[in-house]
């Protein structure tokens, strides 16, 4: 008796799920997600008061620092002495430590190719 009930409870349920299943589909399409849109790099030059002019564009040229504190400053000074001609030390004062700080937070923001020209010694500047 109970069998006799409970096939029909089954059949009528699956088809009732199915039908709700396809009258949300249509009444709520599923949307496409959008395509991203691409990163357009941008490539002009500068030219400043004394005329020199230099190739600037706008994807940032970044590259890894390092994970920790440390491993950044340390890869910005090789960066600062080699390309940049200057030379910072590394100690742990605290006029120092805020110095590194926003040399990172710059390096970060504008990338490498600029951040070398802003800390380029002036003779060096005219390459």
Known sequence: MY??????????????????????SYLYPESEPEPEPEEVEIEYNLVDTNLNERHVNSDKDKRSLGASFNEKMKTLQKILRIECKRDYPINNTKKVRAKWIRYIKEYENIGHSEFVYNHTSKPYKSR
Not at 3 to 24: C, D, N, Q, W
Request: no cysteine.
């Open 3 to 24: 069998m006799e009930v409970y096939v029909p409870y089954v059949i009528v349920s699956s088809v009732t799920a199915f039908l709700g299943k396809v009258s949300y």
